[in-house]
């Protein structure tokens, strides 16, 4: 299989997985190999991203992707906790972020296993599918299992996480050089796609590039 898509995603935004139901199709619908390249989010990669001069991106979010996770009929919710520490009233991001560092190296780590998207789906409907502390207890062990990976085993795996952070730099910096800077973001043949709303278009191009499975 020559032809791949590579997807550009954060643990972060819901409508990386709101995507997340149409990314696993295109592999079942055509015969391209998605690659699952896990970047962190816009407002830690850029702080002034949600300056308070800019706040009306986070307010129409907040309208948005409710209405979007019902048209599609999937669960939805703001996360509990944030998987990124950011004070609400002031949108300023928190130097410590416990959760997020974490999450995108397992994220790097599980596309190393072959099972990327199926653990991004996992853990992604955890944190925005209603699931309240889902960072405690068992959850994000039972995520995993579900996607075939053993979290004790990826935990150790990103114990020195150098290489993985470092995936990570890479994945954001061709993100970059794909003309993008969002997620979450399907390029195909240095043809970016930006939006969960975009795989139609994207599905449209590989089927004109005859990639359809038959």
């Known amino acids: 299989m020559n032809a791949h898509v590579d997807l550009f995603w954060s ?3 819901p409508y990386s997985y709101l995507a997340m139901p149409g990314a696993l199709r295109l592999e079942k619908d055509f015969s ?3 690659r699952f390249r ?6 830690v990669r850029d702080p002034s991203f949600f300056s308070p001069d800019n706040v009306k991106r986070a307010r129409y979010i907040a309208i ?3 209405r979007r996770a019902k048209m599609l009929g999937m669960p939805h919710a703001w996360p509990s906790p944030d998987p990124i520490v950011q004070d609400l009233k002031t949108y300023r991001i928190a130097e410590e972020q416990p959760y997020i560092y974490r999450l995108t190296c397992l994220g790097v780590e599980a596309e190393r296993r072959g099972r990327g998207i199926e653990f991004a789906r996992e853990v992604s409907q955890l944190i925005f599918g209603g699931t309240r502390d889902w960072h405690l207890g068992d959850h994000m062990a039972r995520a995993a299992e579900r996607a075939g990976l053993d979290l004790a085993a990826m935990d150790a795996a990103i114990a020195d996480p150098a290489s993985h952070r470092a995936t990570i730099d890479e994945n954001q910096d061709a993100l970059a050089q794909a003309g993008h800077w969002g997620v979450p973001t399907f390029v195909f043949d240095g043809e970016p796609f930006f939006g969960e709303d975009r795989i139609d278009t994207l599905r449209w191009r590989l089927g004109e590039r005859g990639l ?3």
């Open 32 to 34: 391209v190999e998605v």
């Open 212 to 214: 359809r499975r038959v």
């Open 38 to 43: 896990p970047v962190l989010p816009l407002a």
């Open 64 to 66: 948005d992707f409710p």
């Open 11 to 13: 643990f972060r935004s």
